[in-house]
């Protein structure tokens, strides 16, 4: 696979870092990173859900963060003690730490998170401020209340 290199562009454009740093991005995979599996769900018209399974997880070791358009969600397992007279002979339920990182686009808020069932819930609701969304302009074609522009010729 070829790898575009956007470096000599930052140097010549402004405001524009964050496109090629997303375009940058898109190039090269999230490192193979599969656990933990999620899904992304709309919930409505402007709200969205992302399900995390985090089996084994308790709430205390889970952090979830936003900053700056990036949703970070890291899960650290303590030490296991081992009780007397029990020895693990298989162990299939993972118990690595994991740091799950999702690009969030503008005005998407985090409203909530819930552990249930072994899955950890993330709701998003997207907020566009009032003076961004579109808005109607209406056309009048009223030649009466026209104003003269111009100055009336001598």
């Known amino acids: 696979m070829r790898h575009v290199d956007f470096a000599p562009l930052y140097r010549s454009t402004v405001g524009f870092d964050r496109l090629f740093s997303l375009l940058d991005t898109l190039g090269t995979p999230d490192n193979g990173q599969t656990y933990p599996p999620y899904n992304i769900e709309r919930t409505g018209?402007?709200?969205?859900?992302?399900?995390?399974?985090?089996?084994?997880?308790?709430?205390?070791?889970?952090?979830?963060q936003a900053h700056r358009n990036v949703l970070t969600v890291k899960g650290e397992r303590g030490e296991e003690k081992d009780e007397e007279g029990k020895e693990v002979l298989y162990r299939g339920i993972a118990a690595r730490a994991f740091e799950r990182r999702f690009q969030l686009a503008d005005?998407?808020?985090?409203?909530?998170?819930?552990?249930?069932?072994?899955?950890?819930?993330?709701?998003?609701?997207?907020?566009?401020?009032?003076?961004?969304?579109?808005?109607?302009?209406?056309?009048?074609?009223?030649?009466?209340?026209?104003?003269?522009?111009?100055?009336?010729?001598?």
């Open 45 to 64: 018209e402007n709200a969205y859900r992302i399900s995390m399974a985090v089996a084994g997880f308790s709430e205390p070791e889970i952090s979830i």
């Open 107 to 154: 005005h998407v808020e985090v409203t909530g998170a819930s552990l249930k069932n072994g899955l950890l819930h993330i709701d998003l609701k997207r907020e566009v401020p009032e003076e961004l969304k579109p808005r109607k302009i209406a056309i009048t074609s009223d030649k009466a209340n026209a104003k003269q522009i111009e100055a009336k010729a001598a």
